[in-house]
């Protein structure tokens, strides 16, 4: 971080856990004042004096709105959202109901370009700012079984091609980051997680490093993607003969 320069706020949606923790963690160490948003922090508070703790349901798009206004005012200086919040969910098509594909595609898509919305005018009017989307390998090519997730994020990823090139004059950088499996808890309640050895899956720290990396570029320069994966892919199905 420059010195010379204020303090970064940096808000993080999807804070509480996994990977947009380690992405708090990570920028709190480096100098960000860091606003984190969740549904929950109890389990695993993160106590920290420029840390800001906000409980808030994202999935509840009709109320998003006025709780990204009420936090813009208290926190105007708002310099990089960084999108994190989503789940995973996989099956079939014919195993969505009409409700789950809504509500997939409303957490892990919708509520992230509706905060972006919210977030962007006052960037570009500081001519300051930074959107990182937390895309993944399903925005890269589609996979059985991940039809709505995959749909999420290729949203996501055009979302993110699209305002890198509306922003591009504005001084606000648009990156996205697409990560293979990670060891977190995204996998507690599905049928599959990442092998156990320690090349099987990556880490949320090696998330977090390349959010810092993107956030540290060059006013001049933009890190438009990353894609990092675990050195040897290899996917655990936890029930026999699953799939
Ligand atoms: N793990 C992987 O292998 C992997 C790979 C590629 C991309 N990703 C993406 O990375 C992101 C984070 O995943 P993760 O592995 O860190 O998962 P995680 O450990 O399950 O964490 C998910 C985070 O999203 C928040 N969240 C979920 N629903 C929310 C809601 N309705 N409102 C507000 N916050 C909500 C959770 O907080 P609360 O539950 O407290 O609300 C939590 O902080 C997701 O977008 C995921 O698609 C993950």
Do not use: W
């Amino acid at each position: 971080m420059n010195t010379a320069e204020p303090r970064p706020t940096t808000l993080v949606l999807g804070a509480s856990r996994g990977i947009g923790r380690a992405i708090c963690q990570r920028l709190l160490a480096s100098g960000h004042q860091v606003i984190g948003v969740a549904r929950d922090f109890s389990a695993s508070p993160l106590d920290h004096p420029a840390f800001t703790p906000v409980t808030l349901d994202l999935s509840r798009l009709d109320t998003l709105g006025k709780r990204f206004q009420d936090l813009q005012q208290a926190h105007p200086d708002i310099t990089a959202l960084v999108c994190c919040a989503g789940r995973g969910q996989f099956g079939s098509l014919e195993e969505f109901s009409h409700e789950q594909i809504r509500s997939l595609m409303e957490l892990n898509f919708l509520s992230h370009a509706c905060a972006a919305r919210s977030f962007l005018p006052a960037m570009k009017r500081r001519r300051r700012g930074h959107l990182v989307f937390m895309g993944s390998e399903a925005a890269l090519a589609g996979r059985q079984k991940g039809a709505i997730y995959c749909a999420s994020k290729f949203a996501l990823r055009g979302l993110a091609q699209a305002l890198r090139e509306e922003c591009a004059g504005s001084g606000v950088h648009v990156s996205i980051v697409n990560p293979g499996m990670v060891k977190t808890g995204f996998f507690d309640g599905l049928d599959f997680a990442p092998g156990e050895q320690a090349h099987n899956y990556l880490l949320p720290e090696d998330v977090a490093d390349a959010v810092q990396l993107i956030l540290d570029a060059r006013e001049g320069a933009v890190i438009e993607e990353i894609n990092l994966s675990p050195l040897k892919k290899h996917v655990v199905f936890k029930k026999p003969g699953a799939r």
